[in-house]
């Protein structure tokens, strides 16, 4: 199965839309006209240059405002036309999009349609060109794909086919069923996008917020399935119109583009995904790795140590220790040259070497290691925000088997500290490039084979920010992305990262965690004296949750969800103490606003140094 | 008449939204609920803070989803009510806003829903509190004011009355003549909001897109004229959400919320508005300083000369030179420590003292001057962009009157160059800060009273970009402004700007720039093919064009638009030069993209520095 793009999806020149089109091994792309017009190279030059880079030009388009004329103006028409023809002969490029007709003065006749379209068929054929004809779902008379497969049956020109484009049929929820009464041999082509479910003009959703597929709401993998049955045999090319994806960096959105295509390959069974191995499952977090500037190191270790984590090893070779509190492992790696973050996750993978190879035939950047000699092969991806996705198994037992991750590490005294109720990593929380927060999500759903949950937008004292979660079946591996709704266009600081632990009663665990010194985020009073005004819940432990700081929200099906923060070290990182009752899936989204204000409160007051009381 | 913004308006902690509601000199403040729940401050102490500041808290808001419940849960929202009312008492505030119930198991009973509001009317008078209640625009049963006044009329409480706000009204377009049925005694507030023109879900749009007065497409002046014609006698509160205005400075965005009140009072002459002086005649730019560091000087006097202005005068005081043609005045400031870049525009006027004293009155940030003795005053007022704006009155006889502008300059030897045919400055084109764009528009429309044309759009390969154009009725004072449609998260460069100069004759101008070593930006081939494929322009005339570089644009009413690029000086700056034919006002949008398109080029291949060939 071939691959396209459209030109119009990626930033940049045109040399560079082709170099990033090539780079993420498109076959083809469709060549937007605009692009053409704003290149300094010619139509031949632009022909040899896709040909070094092996890209076939699938599509020349759009045409305009051609069908449906006063016959007056159909000769004038056909002139505009021609000289687009000799241009693609130039191009080497056989086929025109036209869409259908969008002025004002465009005459409702099916017929006078069709007889124009099969004179503009006629010349086409003359210069070996053949036309594709799209209803757009905002066209004046002609906005359905059943209604333009009409109008191209009755001209009856073998130069004369439709373009499918799932946005516009999905966008105004046409039904499927006449896809399969259109000739194998009449698809002409198929452009796919995909799109956030919105409620506004059609137009303008087309122009800003069309995704690649997965990305968005539509079910592109049952559109595109009809499509292929019917018989289509070109290109499965990507369409997109998107204010994020054209501003970005044109070599990573084409890899996301293409890994967008390679997963709706796999979601529709095709013969061209047998070769990605499914996802592994995953169950949780081996460990994770902060990375800390060496002026932070004593303020991290000392937070980790109130949480409960004790020293347990040390790497043999790199300036990393292993933190832990039973399964729950923290690496602090201490020669990092940045403020505080997380700079790896590792999950537990049934099979890492198949979420590896999955990984690898998904395009995510494998990440090259320092590996010592006789140390663990752990392979590693890098996320969109940079950070490093380990795969590994950590067998039960942790006996020393050949290639384990924890070989590498050294135990120091043994015994640790008390058991303090850390159950597990709940989940990780990270802030994302603003450029890149579809792509991440699709990364994640698709290298990690997570589902991404609803977007929310959560307010904070400096802006809304966008969130979404992503999680496997069970919840045992959950993440949260952030970002901005709206960057602004100065340099931002690198956005807050946190890390949640789950207990089963956090009351207990926070009075533990305080008596070892931790202070948690201080939560307004306001905040219980709205919480007792609108919830039942009973005032003791009202009265506990507001000495501990604990913060409170239920979901529709009645579970509850308990959590208290730390404060922030470095400006970037903190923790959360989770309690998840009744089923509880979400993350306290109705909290987010509190929590940031209390954390603008406190950096305003400049005691951000402050997490521990000793 | 009193003025009070929402503290949902502004960015920052509820200390800074206070601080900056009072620096800006409102007289009081709507209370956003999340706003107090964030905030460390007790309701007391929010009240002392606000005294303080000489702020009143007009409003406490929004209490929600109370009317039109079964009868069995209306004591639990009298109980919720009260803990407020107790939070209101704390905080001095009587009046709480009570948005329709949005609920989906709402009852669509307008006599249950009066009983139940006279209820927690009668609750809130005990406390010495009115409830003011609100139609929103997506209320379940009741979006409609007047449904909500039908409503209040009904439940018959002296402590219930309406709310009106300008958003929920005018984005449904609901007449405005049941206003006037409402008594004076039951208009209890007013919330204003302006918002573009969009064709979108209206929740939505009202979360996201609202702006101040002026900054959009409704009717402010008229609607709340209707208001106070009918009596309303409380503030005239906005009530803004705006993704941009919520992550922006939150001083500098109140007084933009301050201004926007102000020209709203002068559109509607109140009494409060006579003290501003209404704008005085401006008729195109006095002169523009241009800003460069020392290393671009040559650089940028070989392309002023090229462009046929000469050296005419020398700063007597600072390193400042006058060049100039006839009444095309460029002043070059060769002691910047930036790129080069627009430092000032002067604009004539026909009162530049009554100009500042209006842009002081509109709360203008007047800048120091340093004014050597016996030097002009020239009072300036910096821009949102940062860009000086200075008044002045350029004689037309130039004869030297005190106090003239031109006395500070020393005239070099007198000649001057041939005249190339520039006949004045026709706009100037500047790239706006992206969280200051709305504020940029509004400061043009209020300090110097010119007319904002629509937003476009424009294709760079770098993005979207958005562009508005400021104009006075005349044409003579046109400005375009620009800002990227969304910013990135990382510090991004300052952004194009440019300097338009009219001629006569673009051809015959052209040919003799080109004769003084002007190499003008090299238009893309493919241009002229697509234009001569979409127009029908005489081929003698294309091929001049294409031999120059000029560009062509045509508006509906047949004006035509013919202009050319220079190359781009320390990558900010560049000049064009421009012929309008048969009143075009435009500014040959269409072509940006093929500009933009044409500049990135020249930046990639790195020969920026070639912006002549002498």
Same mark, same amino acid.
């Given at each position: 199965?071939?691959?396209?793009?459209?030109?119009?999806?990626?930033s940049?020149?045109?040399?560079?839309?082709?170099?990033?089109?090539?780079?993420a091994?498109?076959?083809?792309?469709?060549?937007?006209?605009?692009? !053409?017009?704003?290149?300094?190279? @010619?139509?031949?030059?632009?022909?040899?240059?896709?040909?070094?880079?092996?890209?076939?030009?699938?599509? $020349?388009?759009?045409?305009?405002?051609?069908?449906?004329?006063?016959?007056?103006?159909?000769?004038?028409?056909?002139?505009?036309?021609?000289?687009?023809?000799?241009?693609?002969?130039?191009?080497? =490029?056989?086929?025109?999009?036209?869409?259908?007709?969008?002025?004002?003065?465009?005459?409702?006749?099916?017929?006078?349609?069709?007889?124009?379209?099969? =004179?503009?068929?006629?010349?086409? =054929?003359?210069?070996?060109?053949?036309?594709? *004809?799209?209803?757009?779902?905002?066209?004046?008379?002609?906005?359905?794909?059943?209604?333009?497969?009409?109008?191209? /049956?009755?001209?009856?020109?073998?130069?004369?086919?439709?373009?499918?484009?799932?946005?516009?049929?999905?966008? /105004?929820?046409?039904?499927?069923?006449?896809?399969?009464?259109?000739?194998?041999?009449?698809?002409?082509?198929?452009?796919?996008?995909?799109?956030?479910?919105?409620?506004?003009?059609?137009?303008?959703?087309?122009?800003?917020?069309?995704c690649f597929?997965g990305q968005?709401?539509?079910?592109?993998?049952?559109?595109?399935?009809?499509?292929?049955?019917?018989? $289509?045999?070109?290109?499965?090319?990507?369409?997109?119109?998107n204010?994020v994806f054209?501003q970005a960096d044109p070599t990573r959105m084409a890899v996301d583009a293409k890994r967008s295509?390679?997963i709706?390959?796999?979601?529709?069974?095709?013969?061209?995904?047998?070769? !990605?191995?499914?996802?592994?499952?995953l169950?949780?977090y081996a460990f994770l790795e902060l990375a800390v500037e060496?002026?932070s190191?004593?303020?991290?270790?000392?937070?980790?140590? =109130?949480?409960?984590?004790?020293?347990?090893?040390?790497?043999?070779?790199?300036?990393?220790?292993?933190?832990?509190?039973?399964?729950?492992?923290v690496l602090?790696n201490?020669?990092a040259p940045t403020p505080p973050g997380v700079a790896a996750i590792a999950v537990? @993978?049934?099979?890492?070497?198949?979420s590896s190879?999955r990984a690898e035939?998904l395009l995510a950047p494998v990440l090259a290691r320092?590996?010592?000699?006789?140390?663990?092969?752990l392979s590693a991806i890098a996320a969109p925000d940079g950070t490093s996705v380990f795969f590994?198994?950590?067998?039960?037992?942790?006996?020393?088997?050949?290639?384990?991750? !924890?070989?590498?590490?050294?135990?120091?005294?043994?015994?640790?500290?008390?058991?303090?109720?850390?159950?597990?990593i709940d989940h990780i929380a990270l802030a994302q490039p603003f450029d890149y927060f579809d792509e991440a999500v699709l990364f994640y759903r698709s290298v990690l084979g997570l589902e991404p949950l609803?977007s929310l937008e959560l @307010?904070a004292?400096s802006g809304l920010v966008r969130s979404r979660a992503v999680t496997n079946?069970?919840?045992?591996l959950r993440l949260a992305l952030n970002v901005p709704l709206l960057a602004h266009?100065t340099a931002q600081p690198a956005g807050l990262q946190h890390v949640a632990?789950?207990?089963?009663?956090?009351?207990?665990?926070?009075?533990? !965690?305080?008596?070892?010194?931790?202070?948690?985020?201080?939560?307004?009073?306001? $905040?219980?004296?709205?919480?007792?005004?609108? @919830?039942?819940?009973?005032?003791?432990?009202?009265?506990?949750?507001?000495?501990?700081?604990?913060? $409170?929200?239920?979901?529709?099906?009645?579970?509850?969800?308990?959590?208290? *923060?730390?404060?922030t070290i470095g400006d970037r990182l903190f923790f959360e103490?989770?309690?998840?009752?009744?089923?509880?899936?979400?993350y306290?989204a109705?909290?987010a606003?509190?929590?940031m204000?209390?954390q603008?409160?406190?950096?305003?007051?400049?005691?951000?140094?402050?997490?521990?009381?000793?």
């Amino acid at each position: 199965m071939r691959r396209g793009i459209a030109t119009v999806c990626l930033s940049g020149t045109l040399e560079e839309k082709l170099a990033a089109a090539a780079h993420a091994g498109f076959d083809g792309v469709e060549l937007f006209e605009p692009d !053409l017009i704003g290149s300094r190279l @010619s139509p031949r030059e632009i022909r040899l240059r896709a040909a070094e880079l092996d890209l076939a030009i699938d599509l $020349y388009q759009p045409f305009r405002d051609f069908e449906g004329v006063q016959p007056g103006r159909l000769e004038g028409n056909l002139r505009r036309a021609e000289a687009k023809f000799e241009v693609m002969q130039e191009l080497g =490029a056989t086929l025109m999009l036209v869409c259908s007709n969008v002025s004002s003065d465009a005459i409702d006749d099916d017929a006078l349609a069709a007889e124009q379209l099969h =004179a503009l068929a006629g010349r086409a =054929a003359e210069h070996g060109i053949r036309i594709a *004809y799209e209803a757009l779902a905002w066209g004046r008379h002609v906005n359905e794909y059943d209604h333009s497969w009409r109008i191209v /049956r009755q001209a009856d020109h073998p130069a004369l086919g439709v373009c499918l484009d799932s946005f516009h049929i999905l966008s /105004r929820g046409t039904g499927l069923d006449a896809i399969d009464e259109i000739p194998a041999d009449k698809l002409f082509f198929l452009q796919l996008a995909d799109a956030p479910h919105l409620v506004m003009d059609v137009l303008q959703w087309s122009r800003h917020y069309r995704c690649f597929p997965g990305q968005g709401g539509f079910d592109l993998a049952g559109f595109t399935s009809r499509v292929l049955s019917a018989g $289509y045999a070109g290109p499965l090319s990507l369409e997109v119109f998107n204010d994020v994806f054209r501003q970005a960096d044109p070599t990573r959105m084409a890899v996301d583009a293409k890994r967008s295509l390679l997963i709706l390959e796999e979601a529709m069974q095709a013969p061209s995904a047998r070769r !990605l191995p499914p996802p592994p499952d995953l169950h949780g977090y081996a460990f994770l790795e902060l990375a800390v500037e060496p002026t932070s190191v004593g303020q991290t270790q000392r937070l980790l140590n =109130a949480m409960g984590l004790t020293p347990a090893a040390q790497h043999r070779t790199k300036p990393v220790t292993l933190w832990r509190q039973r399964d729950v492992r923290v690496l602090l790696n201490a020669a990092a040259p940045t403020p505080p973050g997380v700079a790896a996750i590792a999950v537990e @993978s049934s099979d890492p070497a198949r979420s590896s190879e999955r990984a690898e035939g998904l395009l995510a950047p494998v990440l090259a290691r320092q590996r010592g000699p006789g140390e663990a092969d752990l392979s590693a991806i890098a996320a969109p925000d940079g950070t490093s996705v380990f795969f590994c198994r950590t067998d039960v037992d942790e006996r020393v088997s050949a290639g384990h991750w !924890l070989e590498d590490f050294e135990a120091l005294a043994p015994g640790g500290g008390p058991f303090t109720g850390l159950d597990r990593i709940d989940h990780i929380a990270l802030a994302q490039p603003f450029d890149y927060f579809d792509e991440a999500v699709l990364f994640y759903r698709s290298v990690l084979g997570l589902e991404p949950l609803e977007s929310l937008e959560l @307010s904070a004292p400096s802006g809304l920010v966008r969130s979404r979660a992503v999680t496997n079946q069970s919840g045992s591996l959950r993440l949260a992305l952030n970002v901005p709704l709206l960057a602004h266009d100065t340099a931002q600081p690198a956005g807050l990262q946190h890390v949640a632990f789950e207990c089963a009663d956090i009351l207990a665990v926070g009075e533990q !965690l305080r008596a070892r010194g931790l202070v948690p985020l201080a939560i307004p009073e306001n $905040y219980y004296e709205d919480l007792a005004a609108r @919830s039942d819940l009973d005032p003791g432990l009202l009265s506990a949750m507001r000495e501990l700081g604990v913060l $409170y929200d239920t979901d529709h099906a009645g579970g509850e969800f308990l959590h208290l *923060y730390t404060q922030t070290i470095g400006d970037r990182l903190f923790f959360e103490l989770v309690e998840r009752r009744g089923g509880y899936g979400g993350y306290g989204a109705a909290n987010a606003p509190v929590r940031m204000a209390a954390q603008r409160a406190v950096a305003e007051a400049g005691v951000g140094a402050g997490a521990l009381s000793g």
